[in-house]
T-cell receptor, first 109, second 114 residues
Framework: RKEVEQDPGPFNVPEGATVAFNCTYSNSASQSFFWYRQDCRKEPKLLMSVYSSGNEDGRFTAQLNRASQYISLLIRDSKLSDSATYLCVVIGSARQLTFGSGTQLTVLP | DVKVTQSSRYLVKRTGEKVFLECVQDMDHENMFWYRQDPGLGLRLIYFSYDVKMKEKGDIPEGYSVSREKKERFSLILESASTNQTSMYLC?????????????FGPGTRLTVT
């Protein structure tokens, strides 16, 4: 089993739709969680951290479920500019980072 | 803004050649990383460094070596390039001592080995 798993997609959604991605992790001792965004042919950039209590940044909401060992990213009112690959990142107890393989999102006009 | 630069955006090398990929960051970050990214496999860690002259193997170090002679510079070396090393190589840096684990990435080097 991979340490961090994501549904690769692609997710094709119309503008204005709400879309959610999940990311599961295998190490129950994992400490920190993040979502990164990677545009086509560009480097990954931090989108948001994921806190135990859940957190929101505009149209984006991130949540952590420790019991089931997954994190989620919800995007409301999708924009064309949200089209990208979304990578989840998990930091383990030894502070090593593990990236998921990414979920590809395309928002259609 | 943190800036991480990589020496080349695109590189074409022949099998057996020695290849150097350079990465420089300008924010005095302690930690630097080299990843390769392949379709369906995501980012895989090759090597990382916590300090000058220190290096640690990542998940896929075979066929690679690294050098960190100065804090701002982290080099990835392919001793004898092979076609299965054709990939996108990404360098990143971070400063965890500040409690910030955000990784800042360079623009990537797309290496093709023929």
């Amino acid at each position: 089993r991979k340490e961090v798993e994501q549904d690769p997609g692609p997710f094709n959604v119309p503008e204005g739709a709400t879309v959610a991605f999940n990311c599961t992790y295998s190490n129950s001792a994992s400490q920190s969680f993040f979502w990164y965004r990677q545009d086509c042919r560009k480097e990954p950039k931090l989108l948001m951290s994921v806190y135990s209590s859940g957190n929101e940044d505009g149209r984006f909401t991130a949540q952590l479920n420790r019991a089931s060992q997954y994190i989620s990213l919800l995007i409301r009112d999708s924009k064309l500019s949200d089209s990208a690959t979304y990578l989840c990142v998990v930091i383990g107890s030894a502070r090593q980072l593990t990236f998921g393989s990414g979920t590809q999102l395309t928002v259609l006009p | 803004d943190v800036k991480v630069t990589q020496s080349s955006r695109y590189l074409v090398k022949r099998t057996g050649e020695k290849v150097f990929l350079e990465c420089v960051q300008d924010m005095d970050h302690e930690n630097m990383f080299w990843y390769r990214q392949d379709p369906g496999l995501g980012l895989r860690l090759i090597y990382f460094s916590y300090d000058v002259k220190m290096k640690e193997k990542g998940d896929i170090p075979e066929g690679y070596s690294v050098s960190r002679e100065k804090k701002e510079r982290f080099s990835l070396i392919l001793e004898s390039a092979s076609t299965n090393q054709t990939s996108m190589y990404l360098c990143a840096s971070t400063q965890p001592s500040t409690g910030n684990y955000e990784q800042y990435f360079g623009p990537g080097t797309r290496l093709t080995v023929t």
